[in-house]
């Protein structure tokens, strides 16, 4: 008599184990283990995210705002950090705060950064190179012509 690869020699069938790859298709294993490390990478961000401390007073942003609308309308950046001082802001935050609205505010104030010059530096340089390659492929066909007439 021959056994069965399930029964038992007492003859009581016994359950064989099977494993989640002899059940699912190689395929879904995949998409599952990558399921599950992706969800291992957003609980890790979120971890991340919990260490992070918000550095900026949420009441830095009216005072930037303020400052910013005070620097337009041409009051001294002294005055205006004297002004954010006498109203309580320590004096290193009150230079922050001027420093960041006069960031924000170099445009409508017209003032002129290096970064403005050299953007336009660049814009007539590569302006430039573009006239000159121009000019040597309308040399080039001249030359093309002149040649063509010449030995035609």
Known sequence: MSEAPNDHPSGTPQATERTPAAVLPEESTSSIREDAAEAADVAERAASL??????????????????????????PFDEVIADLTNRGWPPEQADAIVEEAREATRRERG?????????????RYQRSLRFI????????AVVFIILVRFFG
């Open 111 to 123: 003032v002129r950064t290096r970064e403005d010059v050299l953007r336009s530096a660049e814009q």
């Open 50 to 75: 919990e260490s992070v401390v918000d550095d900026l007073l949420p009441e830095r942003e009216p005072a930037v705002e303020w400052a910013a609308e005070e620097l337009l309308r041409e009051r």
């Open 133 to 140: 390659r121009l000019m040597i492929i309308v040399a080039i």
